[in-house]
């Protein structure tokens, strides 16, 4: 069964940092893209970034450009997001996407299955 399970959410101050990770089971993520959504309650749900099935290409929306980084370690079955210089606009719900490809805007495109039941609260507020 595909599975993906988000962790590193979790409440920090503006300007501070943080460190999801999203780790398949059940498959190998190798041949996949790898991204990440967010979504707060009453809100579209938003692409954040996306790396490439051998990491060699990285895309990120226009609002994390330069603060945050992804990455991912095949040997881990493991996407990570590093988050810099947060901000109270960056507060949602944090979702791992397994995928076929991105797009430029940073979103994970043809998913393979949906994963919108758990993810991780990020919240920044002093």
């Known amino acids: 069964q595909f599975k993906v399970a988000e962790s590193g959410g979790g409440l920090v101050q503006p300007g501070g940092s943080l460190r999801l990770s999203c780790a398949a089971s059940g498959f190998t993520i190798d041949p996949y893209a790898v991204g990440w959504f967010r979504q707060a309650l009453g809100k579209g749900r938003e692409g954040v970034a996306c790396?490439?099935?051998?990491?060699?290409?990285?895309y990120y929306s226009d609002s994390v450009k330069g603060r945050f980084t992804i990455s991912r370690d095949n040997a881990k079955n493991t996407v990570y997001l590093q988050m810099n210089s947060l901000k109270p606009e960056d507060t949602d719900i944090y979702f791992c996407a397994v995928a076929r490809g991105c797009d430029q805007r940073g979103w994970p495109i043809d998913l393979l299955f949906d994963n919108w039941r758990q993810g991780t609260q990020v919240t920044v507020s002093s």
């Open positions: 790396i490439s099935n051998n990491g060699g290409t990285e």
